[in-house]
């Protein structure tokens, strides 16, 4: 089955400490990015990438990074998480297709920093 | 102001109901628009997708675009209670070096009661 995997699904944590989200797509596409979703702003793209090794800012970066050692996995990285990061989060992937509009996405990760 | 503007809702319709949820844009880049249904707790699914301006029809839903007035539409006849879900408009520009990028409206919760 196609599919994009996240992992955890939930998670408390607190103030400064260290965390990663794995992301995981089967579908051998290039195209993968993180958005956070928050009441009354919508989804907002974190980071993207085009393809190995290849990795952009979106919208909202700051606080976050990512890598991209492989096609299928895309971790986001909260080296010290703070409150205001508290969000839904998702992984999508697409085909690196021009103008291909497909994205595939996750279940979420809610995340909650206290 | 935001690229797409999204009425947040939330819209409670009877069952067999006709459905309309809009969004407007400012972008006059973007050529691809999208709609994603997202049930609660799950990450957004692709619903229609349409090039340019024009009418598209699936089953029950109707997709239009109007650029010359910047104004998205999305049409769902005989709603059914199965319709119950949150529905973000998505807006795609072409990035530097292909690949794109999508721009999200806030999503526009729906409610179709028995």
Known sequence: EAQVTQNPRYLITVTGKKLTVTCSQNMNHEYMSWYRQDPGLGLRQIYYSMNVEVTDKGDVPEGYKVSRKEKRNFPLILESPSPNQTSLYFCASSPRLRGNTEAFFGQGTRLTVV | ?114
């Open chain 2, 1 to 114: 102001q935001k690229e797409v503007e999204q009425d947040p809702g939330p819209l409670s319709v009877p069952e067999g109901a006709i459905v309309s949820l809009n969004c407007t844009y400012s972008n006059s880049a973007f050529q691809y628009f999208m709609w994603y249904r997202q049930y609660s707790r799950k990450g957004p699914e692709l619903l229609m997708y349409t090039y340019s301006s024009g009418n598209k029809e699936d089953g029950r839903f109707t997709a239009q675009v109007d650029k010359s007035s910047k104004y998205i539409s999305l049409f769902i006849r005989d709603s059914q209670p199965s319709d119950s879900a949150t529905y973000l408009c998505a807006m795609s520009g072409v990035l530097t070096g292909g690949g794109n990028k999508l721009t999200f409206g806030t999503g526009t919760q729906l409610k179709v009661e028995l």
